[in-house]
């Protein structure tokens, strides 16, 4: 579903992305962990069209799409999450989905009142369930709580049918109890949309992706199965020098 190959970036004469190649297959969770500066978000920017790759390849379901804009590799099937919470508060979940849906269709009608639309609507229903949200459909977006906003979030992502779907630091501020909710929702939409999910906290890592990559000074340094991952002895040192937050949780997976 994804294929990236030699991919680099610098910024000036900083290396934050050094000749990266990752494969994400359909159905597949796929993690990109590492210590604080290893190059994570730079990546899935590269990926996402945020930022241009100084080198390299990015191919999506068989497409080139190294050199498109960001909105063209959403239309090609690439869905966004983005660390920060990106909800209109002052609006329903409905019309955030709705909005989302608008802003992401071929027509770009913004002289529509995105909730007078049917279609999107319809669209918008049709995500909002599928990630658990209909009861809350009605519900203004700025009263709802941060797990339900990460699922809304979801949905909005979700709206534009996605073939691939990045995530920066989805479970990040939440509680555990929101964060094994997500793990489901994120398990059951990985029968049919790959997810490339960016991640620190290790028990979520270790308990939902099928594969992990390892970044360490914006290079990768190993990729595989999480037992293979644990038991990898250079991921152990570069997280057991990473600093304190780092290292608690590669100990307590290695």
Same mark, same amino acid.
């Given at each position: ?26 159905? %597949?969770?796929?993690? /990109?962990?590492? @210590? ?10 590269? =990926? ?20 498109? #804009?960001? $909105? ?56 909002? *369930? ?17 797990? %339900?906003?990460? +699922?809304?979030? =979801?949905?909005?992502?979700?709206? *534009? ?36 999910? /960016?991640? $620190? ?24 199965? @999480? #037992? ?7 991921? +152990?040192? /570069?997280?057991?020098?990473?600093? *304190?937050?780092?290292? #608690? ?6």
């Amino acid at each position: 579903m994804l294929r990236v190959r030699g991919l680099s970036k610098r910024f000036g004469g900083f290396v934050s992305n050094a000749d990266i190649d990752l494969d994400i297959e359909p159905g %597949e969770i796929h993690a /990109v962990i590492g @210590p604080n500066g290893a190059g994570k978000t730079t990546l899935v920017n590269v =990926i996402a069209g945020d930022l241009r790759a100084d080198a390299g390849e990015i191919l999506l379901d068989g497409h080139d799409v190294t050199t498109l #804009p960001t $909105h063209r590799r959403a239309r090609a099937g690439m869905g966004r999450m983005f660390q920060i919470t990106s909800v209109l508060p002052s609006f329903t979940a409905l019309e955030n989905v709705a909005i989302a849906a608008q802003a992401r269709g071929r027509s770009f009608r913004f002289w529509h009142r995105a909730n007078a639309d049917r279609d999107l609507n319809q669209r918008a229903e049709m995500s909002l *369930a599928r990630v658990g949200l209909s009861h809350q459909a009605s519900a203004l977006a700025g009263e709802m709580g941060h797990g %339900e906003h990460r +699922q809304l979030e =979801i949905a909005m992502a979700l709206v *534009a049918e996605p073939c691939l779907l990045l995530l920066d630091e989805p479970t990040s501020g939440m509680s555990g109890a929101d964060s094994v909710a997500l793990i489901d929702l994120l398990r059951t939409i990985s029968e049919t949309t790959a997810i490339l999910l /960016v991640e $620190h906290d290790m028990d979520v890592v270790f308990s939902l992706a099928d594969r992990i990559t390892v970044l360490a000074s914006g290079r990768r340094i190993a990729c595989g199965t @999480p #037992p293979e991952v644990r038991a990898d002895a250079l991921v +152990q040192q /570069v997280y057991l020098g990473a600093g *304190a937050t780092a290292a #608690p949780a590669m100990a307590e997976h290695a």
